[in-house]
């Protein structure tokens, strides 16, 4: 591992095991002979083949979801709002996404009233669990567009989910050269979890955020890496690993003096006070200053449990044993293979040698998918934000022919419609 990469010039491009100098120098130049005039002609000419490419895998994928939903018709047998609804396309606003549009219509009434005769829960759920942020920008764009939250919450997940493509291509790119950064993008929007991307979830913006923290980090703007963790920490509680990611990268910075003293000291100092702020504000509404942690538990059944029903829900599976809590056999399958590849995914990663902040970031996005008490069928989507895994395989694949690489992609891309989109959603609860 190496964490010097972590504070080196924005103007150096790390060296990657495998690729030539003069390689890296002929994509450069086929760059710069390639874009249009003018900033804006810069970034379509850089960024546009991901965006294009994470698109048309998106649309495609969806397509093949509606299809799915259609042919079987079970999501009319279902409530609204849990995988059910009047039309198909309505069960992407199912679930957590409820919950977003009734923030976004209604505000918060943060309380914790007690619930009795349920073994696994004590407390009424809360619309407190879910943070501000998303729900706040689909206000907005509801506001400035005349759409319901349904529509918001759509439109502000594919421009997120666009915003943080185009991160993951960023950092890539850094790590592996242009073709790298475009497949990274590609694969992102094919992981297991990929389906909410596209979906009345949060999830899209929390990625957009890393990515770009990331990013920040790496080219050694350590304000604008700040400020954007602190952002996320309004987004969603697993910022905590954004948070750390980015502020042990700073406190590296500050030892080695690579960066001066105030910048990266002003980034450890702001990272964490959105996350902060919003389960104090959370607490304080309450009354009660562990209230969010109280209603995640005694609401939903999460909490920290160092991984002791991660591994027992393993075993159970394995085994075929489906008589644990929230047992969804085809979710559940996904997110044993996803773990199956969890090694090979990492090993790659570190063929890149990537900085210190990818690497912290992918530790604790890992470790706090897997060492909380959960629906297990959900791993693949909560480490859909540890987009490094897809880095390294991007960088792998990145001497594979096109025509290769479209054939290799192919069947995932029609089946990502299936196990990231119809299993999460109508098979499991996202």
């Known amino acids: ?31 710069r002979a390639g874009r249009a005039p003018g900033r804006f002609g810069a970034l379509v000419d850089r960024f546009g083949p991901a965006l294009g490419a994470y698109a048309v895998v998106k649309a495609i994928g969806l397509t093949v979801f509606m299809l799915l939903l259609s042919h079987t018709g079970d999501y009319l047998k279902k409530q609204p709002g849990r995988g059910g609804g009047a ?72 421009l997120a989910s666009l915003v943080a493509a185009a991160g993951i291509f960023a950092v890539a ?23 909410v991307e596209w979906a009345v979830y949060s999830d899209s913006l929390f990625v957009a955020l890393s990515a770009w923290a990331c990013y ?31 502020s042990i990268a700073a406190l590296v910075a500050l030892v080695r003096r690579t960066d001066g003293v105030a910048r990266p000291l002003t980034a450890m100092l702001i990272t964490p006070w959105g996350l902060i702020g919003y389960i104090a504000w959370v607490g304080w509404r309450m009354g009660d200053w562990g209230g969010y942690f109280k209603l995640q538990q005694g609401a939903w059944n999460r909490y920290f449990d160092g991984g002791a029903s991660t591994l027992r829900t393993i075993m159970d599976v394995i085994t075929g044993h489906w008589t644990f809590w929230q047992s969804n056999p085809v979710p559940d399958l996904i997110a044993i293979a996803l773990l199956m590849a969890l090694p ?8 890149t040698r990537p900085p210190l902040v990818l690497w912290v970031y992918t530790a604790l996005t890992i470790a706090t998918a897997l060492s909380s008490n959960q629906i297990f069928g959900n791993i693949s989507r909560y480490l859909l934000p540890a987009f490094p895994l897809c880095i390294g395989l991007a960088v792998a694949l990145r001497r594979v022919r096109t025509s290769s690489l479209a054939g290799l992609l192919a069947m995932p891309v029609l089946a990502a419609g299936w196990y990231a989109g119809y299993a999460l959603f109508e098979l499991g609860i996202p």
């Open 87 to 158: 039309n198909a396309w309505d069960v992407l606003g199912t679930w957590d996404g409820v919950w977003y549009q009734r923030i976004a219509e209604n505000g918060y009434d943060p309380q914790l009233i007690p619930l009795h005769g349920f073994p696994l829960a004590s407390y009424y759920e809360n619309s407190a669990a879910f943070f501000p942020l998303y729900p706040w920008l689909m206000r907005l764009v509801g506001a400035v567009t005349g759409l319901g939250p349904y529509g918001s919450g759509i439109v502000v997940s594919v």
């Open 344 to 351: 090979g995914l990492l090993v790659l990663l570190w063929r």
């Open 173 to 195: 790119e850094r790590l592996g050269g242009y073709r790298a950064g475009v497949i990274a993008a590609v694969l992102w929007g094919l992981f297991p979890g990929s389906g």
């Open 1 to 31: 591992m190496s964490t010097a990469s972590s504070t080196e010039s924005s103007s150096t491009q790390p060296d990657v095991p495998g690729t030539a100098p003069e390689t890296a120098r002929a994509e450069a130049s086929e760059e």
């Open 216 to 246: 920040c980090v790496m080219t050694r703007r350590w304000l604008a890496a700040g400020l954007l963790a602190l952002v996320a920490g309004l987004n969603r509680p697993t910022a905590a690993a954004l948070i750390a990611a980015v």
